[in-house]
């Protein structure tokens, strides 16, 4: 509201001084119900304080004699006075722009008599992406006369634009140095590196040095580290292990066909090993890594829903749920989103 006061309080002085004034942009009040989606749902609607600043800015040509009548014209209802569905912001996160489910929020303001005489077209440009918002344009029969002097204000004046392009040096302001300062700041650092020597000709002298033995031992094995337990009794190498007689040995010598049929059936064991244990890991991995359980169905279109995060500041913050996956729009609309609504997790 600060702004929008300011905001009046520089148009109407420029009026004062005799000149027209525009004004353009994005002022974040939906006027009337008509510029507005979801009017009809909204308490004490004229009552809010921007669209009651909005009533003493902007000239009302419907209104009756005697009512008050701001200095500006709303261009677009100037031309366009009961269009429908003329919206210039739509929620992003919501798709309210495939419904076109919005609000009017961008405006093309100017002076009643600037309007009347000079503005030929106000218009809207939705199919223009890229932003929340779409571009808002207007048409003007006047002819540019370039002035004697620019305007007091103009950008040009300002200093972060007059002159060439700052260098960065601009930035770095040299410091004075004094010769005190420069010789206590020469000691401590002869002093730093001085002290920095000693602390490595220590740790070189306090670093144990290796055995020639050791060295040549290189890099150590895994089972060295594995040393057998002191309660089982240790097996000498002169200890021979007491032999059995040789009843007899009796070899016996297979056919070539015998040898192929064993080398098949060896195979085949091999591979069934194989294919059971890959099984074995493959249901394994499936009950551990078993994805993302499957979105519940809305019940207006029985289609998969969408899941989305609270970020709103209460109990509920960072909570996941459940809600229809189509864009939102008017509810009288069957083809917006439904109003299921579930959590992921019961409280």
Known sequence: MSFYHLLQIRAEALLAAGSHVIILGDLNTAYRRIDHCDAVNL???????GRKWMDGLLNNLECQAGSHMGPFIDTYRYFQPQQ?????????????????????LDYILGDR???MDTFQASFLLPEIMGSDHCPVGAVLNVSSVPAKHCPPLCTRFFPEFA??????LRFLVPLEHKPVLEQSALQLSNQTQVQKQQNKSCVRSTRPRLSQASSRRGQKNMTSYFRPSSNHPQTSSDLKLPTLPLVGTLMTTKTPEEEEIAKVVEVEIKASGAKEEKEALTSF????LAGPLPMPLCRGHREPCVMRTVKKPGPNLGRRFYMCARPQGPPSDPSSRCNFFQWTRPS
């Open 43 to 49: 308490e004490c609607f004229e009552e809010d304080p």
């Open 84 to 104: 429908e569905g003329a919206f210039t912001c739509w929620s992003v996160v919501n798709g309210a722009r495939h419904l076109n489910y919005g609000c009017r």
């Open 113 to 115: 008599s600037l309007v």
């Open 163 to 168: 002159g060439t392009q700052l260098k960065i």
């Open 285 to 288: 991995w499936k009950s551990v």
